[in-house]
């Protein structure tokens, strides 16, 4: 691709100077970001990634003197047309002409491609890799309890989940979408006994999850006495031994659930490889205690509940609980069983669970617990922690379901579609809305970093014109727009030398860091990176479509910027997909 073959270009060079071998090079040189002087070289290479004496950390006046000399001793040729030394940096400028025509064909080329092929990526082994979403009781995650509507803390854990899923096949890597659901302990014993003294078999079949879910807020109120929670206990022993009226009851509450779930999924555009659920593991958690006993790890307190010593010097100071002193299962009981038996099942290379950062100690132990059982590959297991939203809050007040919160952004954007002047007239404004509306929600929860708690503000993720969703969608739109006044025709063949106006070179400079963005997101998993890369290639691409007219243009002009914008539409639309976005063609 074009970045790669300018940084080996320049990493050739370097390399007879620096006596250093061109693929150590690569990494240390980096696409510019787009300046506001408009005047910024297109890569850099930083002195301090090369060099031996960096302990500092610091810019110091020796790394800037050695870039001045090694600037001094490089020497232009067909691929870079000039040379200059920076603070610690030495900075190469490519031919124009030359960057407008690689670039363009190779997006042009490789479509939704274009970026993953990178030589950045060469030496990433491709992987398979279990990613699980999960929601449990006061636990904000995807995978959610069943017998319980979606609640707005399922949001964050399906849009990351997905996010990283879409990135690693992109990348391709084999993925497996597991919903870990939220399908067995002791709050189905609360809920069971729930029904049994609240609920109403009609109500259960013509609305059964706000039905479950006004059940469970009565049983809740009611748990305080000492004998409902000896109750629950009781239903709860009954459905880990199986027993028949219990399971029915329970099973009929799980079906009744996932259909629900799935028709919510079907809106935010989700899919799932794999349905699995704590009760596949009530059994196989058994087995688990009985390895765990084997090995000598499982001790019992006086209160007769089984744990694991966790600590250092072994005095039980740091301990996880994995047994009840009744024996049945506990969570993280489970957790240990499904991780051992996805592992038989589908020898993964990386398994990635996505939840809520309060369950980081959870994870911390069930990592630390399976080392101690001798799994090795409990090192290749991943928790990805994100925070919460607050202030979450639709017309009717506080939101408490998501469906609430999909269809308050859908009608808000329906509204502002209306009101605005701006609006074309679409095929199907409410589809469109739904589009634009989870836009909207995906662009506020991924600006910052996942584990930071953020502050929702329907003003702030509803604005057409800030860095928002609805921004990318409107500009995506824009951008089809351009290009069905034009025939929407596939282009290949322009003349570069008219792409060298400063708008035309900031949109290809931007495209050019493409597949740096897309490699640092694969190291970190953090959406962060790709949004704030779509938002100025949108913005840059905004101020080109003003000032680089193309109606009214002399044809090979008209058909040059044309190229362009078609090229800036393509990544912007495939990095929206990475993120969960649908792209819109009309708003």
């Known amino acids: 691709m074009a970045a790669s073959a300018f940084r080996r270009s320049i990493a050739s060079q370097l390399s007879k100077l620096l006596d250093l071998p061109p693929e150590n090079l690569i990494k240390s040189i980096s696409a510019v970001p787009v300046s506001k002087k408009r005047c910024a070289a297109d890569f850099q290479l930083s002195i301090a990634s090369v060099t031996e004496d960096n302990s500092s950390g610091c810019l110091s006046p020796e790394l800037s003197l050695q870039a001045q000399k090694l600037a001094e001793r490089l020497k232009c040729d067909a691929v870079v047309s000039e040379i200059s030394a920076g603070p610690g940096t030495v900075n190469f400028t490519i031919n124009r002409e030359l960057l407008a025509k690689a670039v363009l064909q190779q997006v042009l080329k490789e479509g939704?491609?274009?970026?993953?092929?990178?030589?950045?990526?060469?030496?990433?082994?491709?992987?398979?890799?279990?990613?699980?979403?999960?929601?449990?009781?006061?636990?904000?995650?995807?995978?959610?309890?069943?017998?319980?509507?979606?609640?707005?803390?399922?949001?964050?854990?399906?849009?990351?989940?997905?996010?990283?899923?879409?990135?690693?096949?992109?990348?391709?890597?084999?993925?497996?979408?597991?919903?870990?659901?939220g399908d067995w302990g002791m709050q189905f014993g609360l809920l069971g006994v729930g029904f049994q003294r609240f609920g109403n078999k009609e109500k259960?079949?013509?609305?059964?999850?706000?039905?479950?879910?006004?059940?469970?807020?009565?049983?809740?109120?009611?748990?305080?006495?000492?004998?409902?929670?000896?109750?629950?206990?009781?239903?709860?022993?009954?459905?880990?031994?199986?027993?028949?009226?219990?399971?029915s009851l329970w099973k009929q509450f799980r079906d009744l659930s996932i259909e629900e779930y799935i028709r919510v999924y079907k809106r935010l555009g989700v899919h799932f490889d794999e349905y699995s659920g704590e009760s596949f593991y009530q059994e196989k958690s058994q087995e688990v205690l009985k390895m765990l006993e084997d090995k000598g790890l499982l001790q019992k307190t006086t209160q007769g509940t089984g744990v694991v010593d966790l600590s250092e010097k072994k005095d039980l100071s740091l301990f996880s609980t994995v047994m009840r002193s009744d024996g049945t299962s506990l969570y993280i009981t489970r957790d240990l069983a499904a991780a051992i038996d996805r592992m038989n099942k589908h020898q993964w290379d990386t398994m990635i669970y996505v939840t809520d950062k309060s369950q980081s100690n959870h994870f911390e132990h069930l990592f630390h617990i399976l080392k101690l059982m001798g799994y090795s590959w409990a090192e290749r297991c991943q928790h990805v922690a994100f925070g919460r939203v607050q202030g979450m809050k639709t017309r009717r007040g506080e939101a408490v379901f998501l469906e609430d919160v999909l269809n308050e952004v859908r009608a808000r954007v329906l509204q502002n579609m209306a009101s605005a002047k701006t609006t074309k007239q679409v095929e199907d404004p409410v589809e469109t809305a739904e589009k634009v509306g989870l836009a909207a929600l995906i662009i506020q929860d991924f600006r910052g970093l996942l584990s930071s708690d953020y502050q929702f503000s329907w003003d702030r993720a509803l604005q057409s014109r800030g860095d928002t969703g609805v921004f990318l969608q409107y500009t995506h739109a824009r951008l089809c727009s351009l290009a069905q006044l034009h025939g929407n025709q596939q282009l290949t063949d322009f003349n570069v030398a008219c792409l060298q106006e400063p708008e035309a070179i900031s949109v290809l400079q931007h495209l050019l860091r493409y597949d740096e963005v897309l490699y640092r997101?694969?190291?970190?998993?953090?959406?962060?990176?790709?949004?704030?890369?779509?938002?100025?290639?949108?913005?840059?691409?905004?101020?080109?479509?003003?000032?680089?007219p193309v109606r009214g243009s002399a044809p090979e002009l008209a058909q040059a910027r044309l190229c362009l914008f078609q090229a800036a539409r393509s990544v912007l639309a495939g990095g929206m997909k990475l993120l969960g976005i649908t792209p819109v063609t009309q708003m």
């Not at 979606?150 to 497996?176: D, P, Y």
């Not at 997101?521 to 680089?548: E, F, G, N, W």
């Open 112 to 181: 939704s491609e274009y970026g993953v092929k990178s030589e950045l990526f060469s030496t990433v082994p491709r992987q398979k890799a279990v990613i699980e979403y999960r929601f449990f009781v006061k636990i904000c995650c995807s995978s959610p309890n069943i017998a319980k509507k979606f609640h707005m803390g399922h949001l964050r854990s399906t849009l990351v989940g997905n996010f990283i899923a879409n990135l690693k096949v992109a990348l391709g890597h084999e993925v497996i979408r597991v919903n870990y659901l």
């Open 204 to 247: 259960l079949k013509s609305r059964p999850l706000q039905h479950l879910f006004e059940v469970y807020v009565q049983i809740n109120k009611a748990a305080e006495d000492e004998n409902i929670k000896e109750l629950a206990k009781d239903f709860f022993r009954k459905l880990e031994e199986q027993d028949e009226q219990t399971l």
């Open 521 to 548: 997101a694969s190291q970190d998993l953090q959406p962060k990176h790709i949004v704030s890369y779509l938002l100025t290639l949108s913005h840059l691409a905004a101020v080109a479509h003003r000032t680089l």
